[in-house]
Nanobody
Framework: QVQLVESGGGLVQAGGSLRLSCAAS????????MGWYRQVPGKQRELVAA???????NYADSVKGRFTISMDNVKNTVYLQMSSLKPEDTAVYYC???????????????WGQGTQVTVSS
């Protein structure tokens, strides 16, 4: 079993910064990729940023230049550094991982429990 545990959400003023963390633990053979999604009530969950184990990253256009995703392969932890935050960044942020558990050579998709980020104007 693989678990993803997020931390770092909270309330911040517009223009401020927050860093989200997501630690993967459990029976992990390989982490293929990890990412962050966000969701507001009534809307679909959307990709914010993702990173592959090779270091390749991709970002939603709305966060390019403001958010940075990184991964510590030793700690199996992914980070999302969010700067110049805007009220429209307010959402529940979910960590996602494409992980091969021990004894398995294809990836399962795992989700964290979500962490609230609120940006006040």
């Amino acid at each position: 079993q693989v678990q993803l545990v997020e931390s770092g959400g909270g309330l911040v003023q517009a223009g401020g910064s927050l860093r989200l963390s997501c630690a993967a633990s459990g029976s992990i053979r390989v982490i293929v990729a990890m990412g962050w999604y966000r969701q507001v009530p009534g809307k679909q969950r959307e990709l914010v940023a993702a990173i592959r184990s090779s270091g390749t990253t991709n970002y939603a256009d709305s966060v390019k230049g403001r958010f940075t995703i990184s991964m510590d392969n030793v700690k199996n932890t992914v980070y999302l550094q969010m700067s110049s935050l805007k009220p429209e960044d307010t959402a529940v942020y979910y960590c996602n991982g494409a992980v091969q558990p021990n004894g398995q050579f294809y990836s399962n998709n795992y989700w964290g429990q979500g962490t609230q980020v609120t940006v006040s104007s």
